[in-house]
């Protein structure tokens, strides 16, 4: 019969807690390890930027001396802890409801014979008899003795008929024993004493944490749409646009999201560099600030929080330093949060097809990715390392950037070294072909589904003589529409375009494109845009991409015009006619029957005859042609006989 004990020392517990933490922390300490593969791609290779990498790097990974220790770290180490913790206590408690083995106690193989059980029973009592054992100073008698009636009791196990036969039908020579079987429970939990104090710790777990959690993570999820931004946030978005909403009214909209998209800043000993940041902005942009700062509605004393990111948005547009580290890891923290809302912006935007402020939206990306002011594009060439705002606009009239350079070598300027090695990594994507395709039909017809079909590359400027690109690749191009994917699969090799320009943006940026498909008379987006990334360089070829769309529901020809936008460069932009021929049906019909018509030859005709010989179809002769021609036999016969006897 059982008898069931509370585990009071915790040793059930223990094995408990050791596989449950095995569980979770193996499978989270692998996927903890970084690859084998370097994740740091390549990239521009600018002093600036190399600089930039680096100390990204440090911030994200830490130092020897400086680790950096991240939440999932500290848990993992705490749980490794706890691991080993209870692992030693494991090994180190005597295990009670051993299974009895006299051969063990002994120490013996159980393939001994009688004989040598005795001779090695002979030689242990010698050594462990009570009366021959000299105690030492961490032994007692009574330890001793009960060694010797172990051993004792063991000899017997193996020898003695009766107690062998208790030991083999019941496991333990003396017979049947009572089975204890430990509950990995404290036995303070259960006593009546402590009742109240149990059921009020689970009164608080289940009855009021519990629902509290619940509730948390239910309200804040209400509080946030699908693209992970306040509610609130959104709203403001969906009121302050319209459908010609420039760059301007896009930033001031940004502007207002900050109110709700970031908490209260607690640090108000940083408000006097805040203001004197302000300051530097407000001469720099003279009356232009207080003009923005109205559209944002940045109320002074009322909405401080606010005009607290609104500043430090402005400082890093400018490229302001901010000199204490605080506010420098909430401006970067305040950077990183901009994508994701101007990704909502764009969705709002989209929702209603407007085309400016879709423009304008994803324009912006690339002002605040290489830090200067939004609509300026004057300044295209502070881009470039060591050029400053103002000499670029004396440099954009000079003409591309390849002239840029020229006048720097010319001039012998040491930047242009600089400038050489950030225009090879340079983003500037190349439409080679955009073409409209319906899968195994020639014509658009209306209603159909149409994909718009877009070859891509990158051609950097200094780049040698590009490579003849075959076009006229049918294979290639059906395989990839009739497939699900919405960009072709890379060639194998390192085709993407690593780490871009961006020493200003506070982390790794890889640079993206929209495909925008728009109607620019009606100043309207024809279907939702497309965001690329990984576009070959030149000499690699280049990869197609597809937006698929159902055409008009009636015949006519439409002038859209596609565009190419960059997320990351300022100025890389362009953008091509495209014309979309909707054919009538009934048309087509016609045209194809009379095509068929026309293609077939005549019964009694030499080509006829010759396409009668190799089995083709021929148009036959009708009854009243030969009736019409047997008639006019007759008359022309008829009036040969008059004209004869006429001159007789």
Same mark, same amino acid.
């Given at each position: ?8 020392? +915790?040793?059930?517990?223990? #094995? ?19 690859? @084998? ?25 830490? @130092? ?20 080993? $913790? ?19 106690? $002994? ?13 090695? #029973? ?32 063991? #000899? ?19 017979? &049947? *024993? ?23 710790? #689970? ?29 609130? @946030? ?6 302050? !646009?319209?459908?010609?909403? +420039? ?34 902005? /407000? ?29 430090? $948005?402005?400082?890093?547009? !400018? ?11 909430? *401006? ?18 989209? %929702? ?23 609509? *300026? ?10 050029? %400053? ?47 409209? &395709? ?24 200094? %780049? ?16 990839? !529409? ?38 620019? /008379? ?23 991409? /597809? ?28 953008? &091509? ?15 194809? *029957? ?11 005709? $030499? %080509? ?11 148009? /036959? &002769? ?24 006429? @001159?007789?």
């Amino acid at each position: 019969m059982a008898n069931y004990s509370y585990d009071e020392a +915790g040793n059930m517990a223990a #094995y408990f807690l050791l596989t449950f933490l095995s569980i979770v922390l193996i499978p989270l300490s692998l996927s903890s390890i970084p690859s @084998s593969k370097p994740q740091t791609e390549a990239g521009c290779e600018c002093q600036l930027c190399r600089e930039h990498r680096e100390q990204i790097r440090k911030r994200e990974r830490g @130092s020897i001396l400086n680790p950096k220790f991240r939440r999932k770290t500290v848990i993992l180490l705490a749980g490794w802890a706890l691991l080993a $913790l209870t692992l030693y206590k494991v090994s180190t408690t005597e295990v009670e409801n051993k299974v009895y083995d006299p051969f063990e106690i $002994l120490g013996l193989r159980s393939s001994a014979t009688l004989k040598e059980i005795k001779s090695h #029973y002979k030689k242990l009592s010698r050594l462990y008899h009570p009366d021959k054992v000299k105690l030492t100073i961490n032994e007692t008698m009574e330890a001793v003795e009960a060694k010797f009636v172990s051993i004792t009791k063991a #000899y017997k196990s193996l020898t003695d008929e009766t107690i062998r036969k208790n030991w083999e039908l019941y496991g333990h020579p003396d017979g &049947r *024993q009572e089975v204890s079987m430990g509950i990995a429970l404290p036995k303070w939990i259960v006593e009546r004493s402590n009742n109240i104090w149990v059921l009020g710790a #689970y009164g608080l777990i289940f009855g009021l944490g519990l629902p509290a959690l619940v509730g948390k993570w239910w309200f804040g999820n209400r509080q946030k749409t699908k693209d992970g931004v306040n509610a609130r @946030s959104a709203a403001t978005f969906f009121k302050a !646009l319209a459908d010609e909403s +420039g760059i301007d009214e896009v930033v001031t909209s940004l502007g207002k999201a900050f109110e709700y998209e970031r908490p209260m800043s607690k640090a108000a000993q940083l408000d006097a560099e805040v203001n004197t940041l302000e300051n530097k902005i /407000k001469f720099t942009l003279d009356n232009r600030w207080d003009e923005l700062k109205k559209l944002a509605d940045v109320i002074p004393g009322e909405h401080e929080n606010r005009r607290r990111a609104f500043v430090l $948005l402005y400082a890093h547009l !400018l490229r302001l330093p901010v000199e204490n580290k605080t506010l420098r890891e909430e *401006q970067a923290e305040l950077l990183l949060q901009i994508p994701a809302l101007l990704n909502s912006m764009l969705n709002i935007s989209l %929702a209603r097809s407007w085309l400016l402020p879709s423009l304008a939206i994803m324009r912006l990306h690339a002002y605040v990715v290489q830090a200067l002011p939004p609509g *300026q594009e004057q300044m295209r060439f502070a881009q470039l390392p060591g050029i %400053a705002p103002s000499e670029s606009t004396q440099l954009s009239q000079t003409g591309d950037l390849e002239d840029v350079v020229a006048t720097l070598e010319e001039k012998g300027d040491s930047r242009a070294q600089e400038v050489k090695k950030t225009a090879q990594r340079w983003g500037r994507a190349d439409i080679v072909d955009a073409a409209f &395709r319906v899968i195994d039909e020639k014509y658009v017809v209306p209603s159909s589904i149409v994909f718009l079909l877009v070859k891509l590359r990158l051609t950097p400027p200094f %780049a040698e003589a590009k490579r003849e690109v075959q076009l006229e690749d049918e294979e290639r191009d059906n395989e990839f !529409l009739v497939s699900r994917k919405d960009a072709e699969d890379l060639s194998t090799g390192d085709l993407t375009s690593g780490w871009a320009h961006a020493p200003f943006w506070p982390a790794n940026r890889k640079p993206s494109w929209w495909i925008v498909l728009a109607d620019v /008379k009606s100043q309207r987006v024809v279907v939702p845009p497309m965001k690329v990334t990984d576009i070959p360089s030149a000499e690699k070829g280049y990869r197609s991409f /597809k937006m698929q769309f159902q055409a008009p529901p009636s015949p006519g020809v439409f002038t859209w015009k596609l565009y190419l936008v960059s997320d990351t460069f300022i100025g890389e932009e362009i953008s &091509r006619d495209i014309v979309l021929k909707i054919d009538d049906i009934s048309v087509l019909n016609s045209e194809e *029957q009379r095509e068929d018509e026309i293609s077939e030859p005549e019964e009694d005709s $030499l %080509a006829g005859q010759m396409a009668m010989m190799r089995g083709g179809s021929v148009k /036959k &002769r009708s009854e009243s042609d030969d009736e019409s021609s047997t008639d006019d036999d007759e008359d022309e016969h008829k009036s040969n006989d008059d004209s004869s006897s006429d @001159s007789d």
